[in-house]
């Protein structure tokens, strides 16, 4: 499996980072986790064709994971007017998703036009084609969602946006790759986020091969958050960038 990631920062990220978004591919498929705003643009910067992507996961529904799922669900419909290319895919993601994306038809009555499935599936184990998704509830906002993603022996595990919690390390036990945010440069009463060492504990009790951190804000810019997670996890640690690809 090979991971890109589209963005790596958030919503008040400088021009070098887009919020969240990343795409997982493996023998000609691919499923996109998160796509923030802008990320749709970089989809294609990273070489994918969009009108044969048709997986899409998405953590939770804030703007800098969620935007551009209108943006990618116009583009379907106007490659099927003009291009004649099949405007059938899949969306999945925590509750909410499907009165999220009928809210959305509303404002753009095209997207009544392209024949999206949409899904609902916190805590669950679906296949999409050659890859193998299991989902668990983080601590965030109420729905949001941690996903696991799995092919030929390899597994991707993504945060998404969480807290600490001894449940998501269980569930990203021996991941081979575990991308986790660090968007905190210190903790703070009732946070909603991680900070880099904490990302480094969840690694390092899920035994994990490499971590990546992401989702990046502009105080955790100026810190050295390998180094705070490198503290308590001792396996290879990635910063993450925008265009960036790793093979696990």
Known sequence: MRLTV??????ISGANRYPSGYIVSHNGESIILDLGYGCFKQLQKAGFDFTKTNSL????????HVNDLSA??????????????????NVFG???IRKFFNALA???????DVDAAVR???????????????????????????????????RIVYGGDCSYSSKLAKFAKHADLLIL????????AGQMHLTS???GQIAAAAAAKQLMLTHFYPSTEKIDCRKKAARFFKGKILLAKDLMRVTV
Do not use: M
Not at 6 to 11: K, P, Q, V
Not at 57 to 63: D, N, T
Not at 106 to 112: A, D, E, G, S, T
């Open 6 to 11: 589209l963005g790596s920062g958030c919503a």
């Open 57 to 64: 996961l998405f953590s939770h529904l804030h703007c800098d």
């Open 72 to 89: 990618f669900c116009f583009s379907r419909f106007v490659a099927l007017q003009w291009l004649r290319k099949p405007a059938k895919f």
């Open 94 to 96: 925590p509750k909410g």
């Open 106 to 112: 509303n404002i753009y009555p095209q997207l009544k």
């Open 120 to 154: 609902e599936i916190p805590n669950k184990k679906i296949g999409i084609g050659k890859f193998t998704v299991q989902s668990i509830r983080v601590l965030h906002n109420e729905n949001s969602i941690a996903f696991s993603i799995s092919a030929a022996g390899r």
């Open 181 to 188: 945010e660090c968007s905190l440069a210190k903790e703070t």
């Open 197 to 199: 060492q904490q990302a």
